[in-house]
């Protein structure tokens, strides 16, 4: 993606919890950047900092040390936060998770529609956009049906409608095929491929699922809360 904007600029974040005999490192001196339109895998085994990145990159988290700009905002200078983070993730950040966490007496509109209106957006417009999200995703005929009539497939493209609802400068994903057969996990991995590739969108996928890394244009590798590689993906798909 030569000539794409920077989204994110992380430089040396690290991410220690506790204290004294007590301290655990649970993230240390991680600087990438990624940039629009680009879909990134992060990979490591289990306790190699991967949800932790996320967190702290999604701004749920707070730093222990280093610098995270997103766009041309620096948004937290260590532990100290330079943007209202709740109202910027809002605006900024979507985020599609292991489960879908639909919420289940609403229809997947409703769950997609809501994502707009807790940010003001007008309920016709938020309508017209959930519906939009919808038929682009390939679930636009489960409009009406609650989480429970859809599978877990068309759950969790219902869940990155969700995400992109308010046009996010980045979407995070935290293992979102761990519960999906093998093609179910490849169309939705696919699916982020498009949402990066179409619409500038920048997307960081945690995932201990090697079957779809051709989807993606550049793989992170974490171990023991160390960024050890970051490099442009071989195998990708053309």
């Known amino acids: 993606m030569s000539g794409s904007t920077i989204t994110i600029d992380a430089l040396g974040l690290t991410k220690v919890y506790g204290s004294g005999n007590a301290e655990v ?4 001196d991680v600087s990438f950047t990624l940039s629009s339109g680009e879909v990134v895998a992060l990979l ?4 190699a900092g991967k949800s932790t990145l996320l967190t702290v990159v999604g701004l ?35 985020y599609v998770l292991q489960k879908a966490n639909l919420i289940p007496f609403l229809t997947a509109l409703e769950n997609v529609q809501l994502a707009l209106e807790i940010n003001d957006v007008p309920a016709r ?43 996010p400068r980045l979407v995070l994903a935290d293992e979102p095929t761990a519960a999906l057969d093998s093609v179910r996990g490849r169309q939705v991995m696919e699916l982020f491929r498009s949402v990066a590739h179409e619409h500038g969108t ?20 974490m171990e023991d809360g160390v960024l050890q590689s970051d490099h442009r993906n071989s195998e990708k798909a053309g």
């Open 44 to 47: 490591g085994p289990s306790g």
């Open 60 to 94: 749920i988290n707070t730093l222990t040390s280093g610098k995270l700009t997103i766009g041309n905002d620096l948004v937290t200078d260590g532990p100290i936060a330079k943007v209202d983070l709740r109202s910027y993730r809002r605006r900024f950040i979507g």
């Open 125 to 167: 417009t938020a309508r017209a956009r959930a519906l939009e999200l919808l038929q682009y995703l390939g679930v636009d005929h489960r409009v009406d049906n609650l989480p429970h009539m859809l599978s877990g497939g068309e759950q969790q493209r219902v869940a990155v409608a969700r995400a992109l609802a308010n046009r």
């Open 25 to 28: 490192v649970a993230m240390r």
């Open 202 to 221: 920048t997307v960081l996928v945690a995932t201990h699922d090697h079957r779809a890394l051709d989807v993606f244009d550049r793989i992170l590798e």
